[in-house]
Every structure is written in structure tokens, then in C-alpha cells.
């Protein structure tokens, strides 16, 4: 720990703490203690650390071909990418390496559509007041978080902000330059928040009529982390254009950008590029978490624990009045508390869980989607104890 902190480029705050193993749901240290894992990586290994079938897929292609360049075919890509237009609305995937390229790709590509049609002036994005889509100076600029953009002036010029929800705020910013409207169906990182139950119908109708394009970042809600594939399929609506990342590849590095065929022809050759993007190792390890996730019945297990957990929330709630209000979709879940709740993460990790604060006050929970109900019950336990202790 103290050579990191000479060597390592100070930009996180990490807890004191040195992982060197995982399986399932349970990380272990170097002291050779022990965690439930409620964190996932943030939404990333949703079938959990280790997985065997995803250790074989990576494997055997690591055996085989790791690398080319995109200037050739490889099957593992080709299999990915129709594995994921058969299970969505889109025709065609962009593959890249991390959630703010997927959103940098959407971006350049909502651009790109106009500029097709000699609307080189449409460029403008709408995007949410308390969203995140990545640290690139592209994504910051459409994040909507004043912390993510400070000291980085000046911020790309495109985009317009509206808070989440509000369906006649997001009518009134719509200008002659907007080109699209650009969100996460859940909020992750800016306070785990769901639309409300028509909102995202609204936001389609909205873009059909002023003929937007909608772009979905679902980098955290994607992979059957809300309990469907994708969480657009909660909502009956479908996106032009979708960013994929974290959970894709269970912890290898991927992003990919999906979009159906009038709109993703607007990229010909040479308009965007990567050289790592839908790399062999990578594009098989993803082709195996998605069968194991869709084929293998995960997801469906995924979400009766997330009914479960939601439930168990819920019944810590009546029990404690520091928690007002339980919050989530699927097993993307948050409690918020009426104090500042950082300092619950360490105490929970000296219980032995990891779990993530956001917001000062939102504690957020993103298990791998193969959490048992009695880990489930474990944590619960936990943080009932903890708030007990505090309202003492
Ligand atoms: C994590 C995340 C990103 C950024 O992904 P990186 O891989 O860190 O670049 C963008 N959007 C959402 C919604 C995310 O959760």
C-alpha cells in the first residue's frame, strides 16, 4: 500500500485493503480475510469472480489468437456482435474498450448522422442534470456533474443539461441545433434513480416528433443487471443508439456501441477507429457471458434475488428512520439515509462486505447477479446492526 501510494497516480482514494482472490460473490485479501462482494467492480462481474465458464472461453482463445487488427475478420467479434443485434433492437455493433468510448462512439455518431444530411448545425445533445457517462473530455462534457468537469475548462461545446424526469424541460431546451437526447434509463452513479413510469415512453415520443435520435447509456444498466438484458426492455422503449461496457466481458476491458442499421450507416470506413476494440480474448470472453447470462437462466435468477433483497430493504426501512427511501431496479439497488453514510462502507467492510457509497448519503448495492439469499440476508443483518448502533 505505501508503494502505490508512491508510484500511483493519486486520482483514487482506495481503501486499505489488498485483494488476490475471488470466487463467486467472495473476494479475499492478503491477510486472508474474506468479503461478501456487493460492489461487483461496480456493476462489472455480474456472474460473479472466477467464473469457470468464462476462465475456459478466455483460456482457450489465449491459447489460440489474442490480437490482430481490426483490418481483419476474427470470429469471436463476429460471433459477439450477432449475438448482441439477435437479442436487441439494434443491426450493427461499434466495439471499443471502455463505457466512455462506447459514449464517445454514440456521441461522434448522433454527430455524424446530420452532418450526412447537411445538417452540419445539429449537434447539440440534451442530456440529464446528475448523469455520468465517463471521464474522456467528451463524456464529462455531457456528464452532468459540475465535480467530474472541474479544472478541465474548456468543456466541449454540445450539450444542454435537464433534470432526469422532467418531460416539459426536456421539450423546452429542444433547439434547431439538437441532434439527439442522451440518457441512462436508471441513473447509477448520480443516485441509483428510476425514470418514472412513463418517462422514457415520453422521451421517445418526444425525440420521434422532433426527429432526435435517443441514445441510451446503459454501461451500467446493461447485462442483465435491472433484471432484463438490456433495462430499456423494462420500459417497452427502444433507443437508436445504445453504450454497452462494464458487465459486457465480466471484467475484461470492452465497450461496444450499438445501433440500428438507418443510423449506424452514417459511419462508413475510416469515420472511427480503435485497435484494441473487439480484440479475440476480449469478444470471446464476452460471447460466453452473454450465453451464460441470457441461455444459462442468470438473469432470471438475478431477479428473484433482487425481489428478495428489495423486500429485505424494505423491512429495514420500517425498522429504521434513517433510511428514507429504498431505491433501485433489479439488482441495481440503493438505500438512501438522512446522515452522510461514507463512513458505513468501512464499517461494513470490517463485517466483511464491500459496499459503495454515493452521493454522501445513497448506499448503492451491485452483487453479481448470482448473490445467494442468504449472503443477501447477511448483509441486511449487518447494516441493521450498524444503524441500531448509531441511533443508540
Ligand atoms: C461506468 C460508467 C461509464 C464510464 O465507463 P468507463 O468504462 O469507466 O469509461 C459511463 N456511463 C455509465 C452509466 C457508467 O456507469
Not at 472466477?50 to 470470429?75: C, D, E, F, G, R
Not at 440529464?128 to 473530455?137: A, I, P
Not at 412513463?198 to 422521451?203: C, F, G, H, I, T
Request: hydrophobic share 40%; glycine share 8%; aromatic share 8%.
Amino acid at each position: 500500500m505505501e508503494q502505490a501510494d508512491q508510484v500511483i497516480a493519486k486520482t483514487y482514494k482506495r481503501f486499505p485493503v489488498v485483494l488476490s482472490k475471488g470466487s463467486g460473490c467472495t473476494l479475499y485479501d492478503t491477510e486472508g480475510r474474506s468479503y461478501t462482494d456487493f460492489v461487483a467492480g461496480i456493476a462489472v462481474c455480474n456472474l460473479g469472480h472466477a467464473h469457470p465458464a468464462i476462465t475456459k472461453a478466455v483460456t482457450a482463445q489465449a491459447q489460440t489468437l489474442w490480437h490482430v487488427s481490426n483490418l481483419y475478420y476474427t470470429m469471436p467479434q463476429v460471433d459477439l456482435a450477432a449475438w448482441l443485434v439477435k437479442n436487441s433492437f439494434a443491426d450493427r455493433v461499434f466495439f471499443c474498450n471502455s463505457g466512455a468510448e462506447a459514449n464517445e462512439a454514440a456521441i461522434k455518431l448522433a454527430r455524424k448522422y446530420f452532418s450526412e444530411r447537411g445538417q452540419n448545425h445539429r449537434f447539440r445533445i440534451i442530456t440529464m442534470e446528475q448523469s455520468f457517462h465517463g471521464r474522456t473530455m467528451g463524456t464529462l462534457s455531457a456528464t452532468g456533474q459540475d465535480k467530474i468537469k472541474k479544472g478541465f475548462d474548456p468543456i466541449l461545446d454540445g450539450f444542454d443539461f435537464v433534470p432526469f424526469n422532467d418531460v416539459a424541460a426536456l421539450r423546452a431546451k429542444i433547439g434547431p441545433d439538437t441532434c439527439a437526447v442522451m440518457l441512462e434509463p436508471v441513473q447509477g452513479e448520480g443516485g441509483v434513480r428510476c425514470p418514472d413510469s412513463d418517462y422514457l415512453k415520453a422521451v421517445r415520443q418526444i425525440c420521434d416528433e422532433n426527429g432526435l435520435l435517443l441514445v441510451f447509456d446503459e454501461i451500467q444498466t446493461g447485462m442483465g443487471r435491472t433484471g432484463t438484458l438490456f433495462a430499456y426492455q423494462n420500459f417497452d422503449v427502444e433507443p437508436d443508439i445504445m453504450a454497452l461496457a462494464k458487465a459486457l466481458a465480466n471484467g475484461l476491458p470492452i465497450g461496444a456501441m450499438l445501433a440500428k442499421e438507418q443510423v449506424a450507416d452514417a459511419f462508413g470506413p475510416g469515420a472511427h477507429a480503435t485497435t484494441f476494440g473487439g480484440t479475440p480474448i476480449v469478444t470471446a470472453a464476452a460471447l460466453e457471458v452473454c450465453k451464460t447470462l441470457l441461455e444459462g437462466k442468470v438473469i432470471e435468477q438475478g431477479r428473484k434475488r433482487a425481489e428478495y433483497f428489495r423486500e429485505k430493504l424494505l423491512q429495514l426501512k420500517k425498522r429504521h428512520d434513517a433510511i428514507v427511501d429504498v431505491r433501485g431496479l433489479g439488482l441495481l439497488l440503493g438505500i438512501k439515509l438522512n446522515f452522510n453514510a461514507e463512513s458505513m462502507v468501512s464499517q461494513c467492510m470490517q463485517h466483511g462486505f464491500f459496499i459503495n457509497c454515493i452521493q454522501q448519503n445513497i448506499l448503492r448495492f451491485v452483487p453479481p447477479l448470482i448473490i445467494k439469499e442468504e449472503e443477501i440476508d447477511a448483509l441486511v443483518g449487518c447494516l441493521d446492526e450498524l444503524l441500531r448502533e448509531k441511533e443508540k
